[in-house]
């Protein structure tokens, strides 16, 4: 028999809902647990695209709209290759970020539909498991400000947060809403338990295809 192949796990939401803490949380207690897990991060500013993405969003750089969603786009196709190769070894990837910001921070600006925003997307790694870290504004005021990146302003976070509401209604993915309000343990035994449950279905079904 061969390598029961590892999870598409995917954390999103708006700012500081807590998804890096809770993406490195749960790459520790699976790893605690004798899985074998690694985080990756969207954008991968490391690369030549991540680069450029990278100085747009410290505004270091102006590029036109259109443009930079299709360089997020690219800044994931470039990283399926070594994701299935990981996934098919049987690891399971815990992932900050994913197709889903690149539609709901794009679809926030004027002009932009939800269909032209999936399309570059069509066809990546499917996801497993999507875990929405739900919060409201008040809610995460005492997390700490805003940075001085783009995008990082209350109003179009509000834009933000309402694409992603849309996104969540899609029943070909397969979206968890998490109340990310809570104590850092209560969000990350939650996570865990659904984590550990995509991974149980994940090893017996081939890698599925986003939106297709
Ligand atoms: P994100 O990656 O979604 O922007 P982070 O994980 O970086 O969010 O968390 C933002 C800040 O809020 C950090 O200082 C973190 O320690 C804190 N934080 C994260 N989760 C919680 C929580 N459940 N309760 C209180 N503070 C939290
Ligand atoms: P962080 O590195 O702090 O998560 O911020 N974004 C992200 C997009 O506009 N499109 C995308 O495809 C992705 C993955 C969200 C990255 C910022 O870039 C935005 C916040």
Redesign the pocket.
Known sequence: MGVRRGALIVLE?V????????CKRLVQALRDSGKEAEMMRFPDRTTMIGQLISSYLEKKSNLEDHTVHLLFSANRWEQVPLMKKKLEQGISLVV?RYAFSGVAFTSAKPGFSLEWCQNPDVGLPKPDLVMF?QVNPAEVAG??GFGDERYETSVFQRAVQQKFEQLIKDPSVNWKVID?A???ED?HTEIKTLSENAINIAENQPIGELWK
């Open positions: 939401g700012d500081r809902a807590g998804k890096t803490t809770q900050d870290l997390r700490g990310a809570r104590s850092i969000v």
